[in-house]
Nanobody
Framework: QVQLVEAGGGLVQPGGSLRLSCVAS????????VGWFLQAPGKEREFVAA???????YYADSVKGRFTISRDNAKSTVYLQMNSLKPEDTAVYYC?????????????????WGQGAQVTVSS
């Protein structure tokens, strides 16, 4: 069993930056693949970025070059650095984790989910 807790959301102006963190309980986090998804109001949840246990990372086209996913296994934490934020990035951001190597962009590939962190990009 793994519990995930997101932090770092908030209100930021367009062009600004935020860093989300996802802290996991459990001693075997190092083997887990972790993904970030977002859900905007009235829309379905969608893939943002993912990082495999070995550090290999993937991004949605909409965030490539602006967002960076990283992990610190010693702290059981995955980060999502978000730069050049746009109003359309406004959403609740969820981290998800699973020890199995399913398709990184699919929600069903992840067994464990955090509660979500609100990110609002507005002037």
């Amino acid at each position: 069993q793994v519990q995930l807790v997101e932090a770092g959301g908030g209100l930021v102006q367009p062009g600004g930056s935020l860093r989300l963190s996802c802290v996991a309980s459990g001693r075997t986090f190092i083997i887990y693949n972790v993904g970030w998804f977002l859900q905007a109001p009235g829309k379905e949840r969608e893939f943002v970025a993912a990082i495999r246990w070995n550090g290999l990372s993937y991004y949605a086209d909409s965030v490539k070059g602006r967002f960076t996913i990283s992990r610190d296994n010693a702290k059981s934490t995955v980060y999502l650095q978000m730069n050049s934020l746009k109003p359309e990035d406004t959403a609740v951001y969820y981290c998800a984790a699973d020890p199995s190597a399913g398709y990184y962009g699919r929600e069903s590939s992840y067994r464990y989910w955090g509660q979500g962190a609100q990110v609002t990009v507005s002037s």
